[in-house]
């Protein structure tokens, strides 16, 4: 299989799934949190377009990815979306192309990379909160 040559709203699609099991197992190995009302509540604040979205501004701006990677994402972030809001659409974009990278890089086997940017993630996340 040859991502490259495949849709990326098929890779942002795989990848949205990859990141929600990721994030999901931090929240429960990681965090401790066991109840499904409690997971659900903090896995909001890893698990939206809007969170995405300002990683992957924070990692475009510390040079956090590579220039493939980027080229990825912007890849993911060119798709349609179907929201009438200008700023919600923007958000979706910028979140399908994270979730792009991610199903790119799963199909690639590179796993490490994955790991990297959801530890990267995790941090830019939770940095963000301490702040607010």
Not at 106 to 131: A, F, H, M, P, W
């Amino acid at each position: 299989m040859r991502p490259e040559l495949l849709n990326a709203l098929t890779l942002a699609y795989l990848g949205d799934a990859l990141f929600e099991v990721y994030i999901r197992e931090y929240l429960i190995l990681e965090k401790g949190i066991t109840k499904p009302n409690d997971l659900q509540k903090a896995s909001v604040s890893y698990v939206s377009a809007v969170a995405q979205a300002y990683f992957m501004k924070v990692a475009r701006e510390s040079g956090f990815l590579t220039p493939e990677e980027l080229a990825i994402y912007k890849r993911g972030r060119n798709t349609k979306a179907h929201n009438k809001s200008h700023s919600r659409t923007l958000t979706h974009n910028q979140s399908s192309g994270f979730e792009a990278l991610i199903g790119h890089l799963y199909l690639i086997g590179n796993q490490q990379r994955i790991d990297e940017i959801v530890t990267y993630y995790k941090q830019v996340i939770e940095s963000k909160e301490e702040q607010e």
